[in-house]
């Protein structure tokens, strides 16, 4: 496992690269991200852009998306993987958004996860994109990268999650999802590596690290 030291090097690097990385999902309010960020499980983000882009110009709002209903939900989202459970929660959880919180979406993680469908990385997504709070997000990419990178060797998201909080400052905690997933998603590759663009060459040691003259 690599020291706190190397790992704040090299989110320093990550910050110098992109100091102001972005959400790649697209969302207009707290109430869109969420359900974005539901949606996304399973798909890709530019998959979900396709089937909201339509969907958020008529229901951006909790009510508005309980008049619309769960069939025409779908008619909506299905190109997006497991979009009939999606439908079911989304529903569910705008309904918990309306009854409990007064239509808005609760800026605490012990509130969030008690919405139907949302669990702790999305929840964790929404308070570090919606309302800039230090949480990290670990889904597949950030789970593989730090497994590879030597920053975890923790077995669940949340074992990894703890580990980064652990050595991570707020300033790295606040993007170091983007950073990661970014980085996982376009030059770190899970099949074939981008080696000869990675920002952090020099501090790899993973085991299929490709040679670059």
């Keep these: 496992m690599r020291s706190k030291q190397e790992i704040l090097k ?76 999606k439908a079911k929660n989304i529903i569910s959880m705008s309904k918990d958004l309306i009854e409990r919180f007064n239509g808005e979406v609760p800026s605490d993680r012990e509130s969030l996860v008690t919405l139907a469908g949302v669990g702790r990385k999305t929840a964790n997504v929404v308070l570090n994109v919606w309302y800039k709070k230090p949480a990290l997000a670990v889904d597949t990419h950030v789970f593989r990268i730090a497994h590879r990178l030597g920053f975890s060797n923790g077995s669940t998201p949340l074992a990894v999650e703890q580990d980064l909080l652990k050595v991570l400052p707020d300033k790295y905690i606040i993007n170091a999802n983007h950073w990661l997933v970014l980085f996982g998603r376009y030059i770190c590759k899970a099949q074939n590596p981008k080696c000869n663009e990675c920002p952090i060459y020099d501090y790899c040691h993973s085991k299929d690290k490709k040679h670059i003259n």
């Design 10 to 85: 090299i989110m320093e690097i990550f910050n110098q690269e992109n100091p102001n990385p972005q959400c790649e999902l697209n969302y207009t309010n707290a109430y869109t991200l969420l359900v974005a960020v539901m949606l996304s499980a399973q798909t890709t983000d530019k998959g979900v852009n396709r089937a909201t882009e339509e969907l958020f110009k008529i229901a951006d709002t909790p009510q508005k998306m309980l008049n619309l209903g769960e069939e025409k939900l779908i008619s909506y989202i299905r190109t997006i993987g497991l979009f009939n459970n």
